[in-house]
């Protein structure tokens, strides 16, 4: 009975194994084709570092490149990051006018980055999401026509303040004729949003990943999307600064070199790439979600904005996956049984129980606020692993 029980177990781990192998076979290097890499700068107001902005700027001149700069029309004054009333500072044309030049030289596309970036909760930063459609229209229509003055450009993209936005947000857009919204990828989208939505996918230090993870994905128009802040800069900010400037420049020279890459604004990546429906984020939010439950090296794509996320394919991953670490967990918690306490039978008993109650308690702790990181899944795998097998020897052994 040992042996049949055994040669099961070990037909389903080769299974498994052979399954996943197939599964991860697929990510191969598609031939000619184009990496397309955005930089979008968030913050610049009449408040933020002009130093930093206009070496930011004549970084991309020099490198005959365009990057995104999401502008706040109205700072407010005070901290943000408090809902008690503030005097908000207009951007004024000292700072409009910089821009204005980049923008006529091709440098620079502006996109509208809230209105006075202000929360209105102190728990869950946010700007709009949660604002009736007249208040976000209102907001919105403001900061548009400020930008419209000051820099002699109408922007056609936004970005929602901590990447918070809901359905009226879309609608007020639609409605101010936006084009685009530019968030995170782990927020949602309406389906039958006519707005085109891109993401940001990684930070400056993920980019020489990102770009090797395109390299070898199926995509065929790799769309990686980098998010700065002044603070990234250790010369605009000595604590939170992770980089340079020389650095920065670095590494744009790196990817001008590179043959396979291309340096574009938002605004051009909305000409050159054709789906970037809300339906593209939604899938790709699923996508996200599900392989939280992945451990990093058996994600799909942790730096790119997918074109079509596979959901099926993860969803198979996360079974197989799991389904081989409880397998392990069977044929340990057996042998150990079986070998072990084959001769105390009284101290199995003791045992099994004990591990069944373990593995009751760690599954309630894990599921308490419905979030299933991959350690904790790992874990729950282990210890169910370890229930059926102890049980399973523990019948045998009083079969006998």
Not at 17 to 28: K, L, M, T
Not at 33 to 61: G, H, M, Q, Y
Not at 95 to 105: F, H, P, Q, T, Y
Request: hydrophobic share 45%; glycine share 4%; charged share 20%.
């Amino acid at each position: 009975m040992l042996f049949i029980f055994l040669q099961k177990i070990l037909v389903l781990l080769t299974f498994l194994s052979f399954s996943f192998f197939i599964i991860g076979c697929s990510n191969q290097p598609i031939e000619e084709k184009k990496i397309n890499v955005v930089f979008r700068f968030d913050d610049p107001s009449a408040l933020s570092s002009t130093e930093t902005e206009i070496k930011i700027i004549d970084a991309f001149r020099e490198h005959n490149a365009s990057i995104t700069f999401g502008v706040i029309p109205f700072i407010c004054a005070g901290d943000v990051k408090v809902t008690t009333p503030c005097n908000v500072v207009p951007l004024g044309p000292k700072k409009g006018k910089l821009l204005k030049k980049a923008v006529k030289e091709g440098v620079l596309d502006i996109a509208l980055h809230g209105y006075s970036h202000q929360t209105i909760d102190t728990k869950e930063k946010r700007e709009f999401r949660g604002l009736d459609y007249n208040s976000q229209l209102e907001k919105l229509t403001k900061g548009k026509k400020q930008l419209e003055k000051m820099i002699g450009v109408s922007p056609t993209t936004f970005v929602p303040p901590w990447n918070q936005y809901d359905s009226n947000t879309l609608k007020a857009l639609e409605v101010l004729g936006f084009s685009t919204l530019s968030a995170a990828i782990s927020r949602k989208a309406a389906y039958n949003s006519k707005l085109n939505f891109l993401p940001f996918t990684a930070d400056f230090l993920e980019l020489h990943d990102a770009v090797q993870e395109a390299r070898t994905s199926k995509n065929k128009q790799p769309l990686i999307v980098v998010l700065l802040h002044a603070y990234d800069f250790i010369e605009a900010d000595a604590q939170r600064g992770i980089f340079s400037f020389r650095d920065f420049n670095n590494h744009l020279d790196w990817l001008k070199s590179q043959t396979d890459i291309r340096i574009l604004s938002i605004a051009q990546v909305i000409k050159e790439i054709k789906d970037l429906s809300g339906k593209r984020l939604q899938l790709a939010n699923k996508n996200h979600t599900l392989e939280i439950m992945l451990p990093s090296f058996l994600k799909e794509s942790k730096l790119l904005y997918q074109e079509s996320p596979h959901v099926g394919k993860t969803i198979l991953k996360i079974i197989l996956l799991y389904l081989i670490i409880t397998v392990i967990g069977i044929l340990f918690s057996y042998f150990v049984g079986c070998l072990v306490f084959r001769k105390f039978t009284n101290i199995m008993t003791i045992c099994v129980y004990g591990i069944t109650i373990i593995t009751i308690v760690i599954i309630l702790y894990a599921i308490k606020d419905l979030y299933l990181h991959y350690k904790e899944l790992v874990g729950i795998s282990i210890f169910i692993g370890f229930a059926i097998g102890s049980w399973k020897c523990l019948i045998m052994r009083k079969k006998i």
